[in-house]
């Protein structure tokens, strides 16, 4: 789910309630985009997991899940940027984008 607040139009897409604490616990954080001031949470994913045989270690939440698309994508998550699965191109190659980021948080279960 996107939110567009009133006063800084800010867009925050939030994890779906199954990876909170008191569910799999698989939530981590959130950060801002420093580009367009957009929150975006995520979560960490199996370490056996591979896209294209690569693993990469979360999952950045981007749009409410729904049956056309999972509502997340791979990325490598660190304190001031974010590597992001955006496509895989007609060559089955990784199309990444490299996000500046700002405010990044780490939750923590109470």
């Known amino acids: 789910m996107a939110i567009q607040t ?25 950060f801002r985009e420093k580009d367009t001031g957009n929150i975006f949470e995520f979560s960490s994913i199996d ?17 409410t899940p729904w049956e056309m698309d999972c509502g997340y994508r791979y990325a490598i998550v660190k304190k001031t940027v974010v590597y992001i699965v955006t496509d895989i191109d007609g060559s089955d190659e990784i199309v990444m984008e490299k996000w500046n980021i700002k405010d990044f948080r780490q939750y923590t279960a109470k």
């Open 6 to 30: 009133q006063r800084r139009k800010d867009i925050m897409a939030f994890a779906p309630s199954s990876t909170h604490f008191d569910q799999d616990a698989t939530i981590i954080g959130c």
């Open 47 to 63: 370490p056996d997991h591979t896209l294209e045989g690569v693993h990469y270690p979360h999952k950045v939440w981007v749009t």
